[in-house]
């Protein structure tokens, strides 16, 4: 048995993506840790229920040896696993709720670098997540859907081989979310991957959905919602590049979502290159509750609520767009936005050979946590390279070149 591996909770980003990504490299390489000081800096310090949901997923489907610190609240986890040669999913089929509005996305996070390595069998794997789908600190379950799943395909050369469907949308603070994630096929081993020429934006893709009690003709909403989004990025496409046309844009999404206890509208973009790069960005708008709308009226409070026919202001649609306007910028030559940056880490370090991706500089902080964390737990070496020959762009332009040899992890 390899001797433990002990992780500081609180060093970078503190929060759960250390969980994350050690449990995960500890079930598939069948390397026993401890991890202290979990959260310590959170204003709710220790596991939450989301964190423990996923945990608790892969430390039955993994079948480990032992497990301490298993509880809500817990500031310290130590998992024991079997042998690297026995890190198998025990199931064909899994189901793991957090029974709140803990983010389906996160457990997707946790879970995916063990669904395309952890089986020998030629049955396909499906997982089922409950929970929150679009909740605040947490990626949105569009982005990962649509965005972060096909790149991960197209990084693989797996074509269509992992997919992500939304069943059922949750929100805070109810949830009542369910995603279901599905391998087709499990990998032997990861191939490496470069991410390093960005190309040109190809299409420009815009998902709407709100729920029924949002409007009286919700669907017209929504029309009108994807004809602002498409004008607002059309002006920020001219006004960066005039002598060129834009990029196909569409909406090819429009979703009533059948809650009827709170108004919200959510917007979600989806840029792809002809280089296979994708990047994202959502806005969650107008969120009321309504039920809460209605005691604070036998209260009397004097709580501010948005009036049911409020309208979404184009200055928040605004917002969203200026979410890309950095990467539909042809002088920024990132492969990937801040958001999709860390979730790539644990690939690179499980992968055979040296793989390298383009983003922006300085990296987002949970991207250097992942680093950190997969450089701790295999050995790995990741190197940061800035690119100097943009150093005299604006701040949001400066680009590096992170690059990891993986240790080329054999699913036996």
Known sequence: MNSLCHIDGSVLEGGGQIIRNAVALACLLGKPIRIS?????RSRPGLQQQHLTGVQLLASQFQVQSIKGDYV???ELEIIPKSKHLSKLKDAKMVADTQTAGATTLLAQILLP???LGSTESSPLLADLK????????????????????????LLQQDSNLEMKILRRGFYPKGGGEIQLSVKKHLKQIPSFLLVEKGKIQKIEIRLFASIARWKSPQSKLEQLGDTIKDLLTKTWVSLHPQEAAPEMNVVKMEIVGIKNLHLVNACVI???????VFCASQLMGQVDIDQMKRNKKRKTEQPVESESAEISEEELQLLVDKLATYLDNRNTACVDEHIQDQLIIFMALANGTSKIRTNYPLELHTETAIHICETMTNCKFTVTVEEENKEMPSSFRTCIIECNGIGFVNE
């Open 37 to 41: 000081k979990i959260r310590h800096n």
């Open 271 to 277: 840029m792809q290159t002809d280089q296979g790069c």
């Open 73 to 75: 609240q817990s500031c």
């Open 114 to 116: 063990c669904l395309v």
């Open 131 to 154: 929970g929150g789908t679009n909740v605040p600190h947490s990626p949105p379950v569009d982005e990962m859907c649509y965005g972060f799943i096909p790149l991960l395909n197209h």
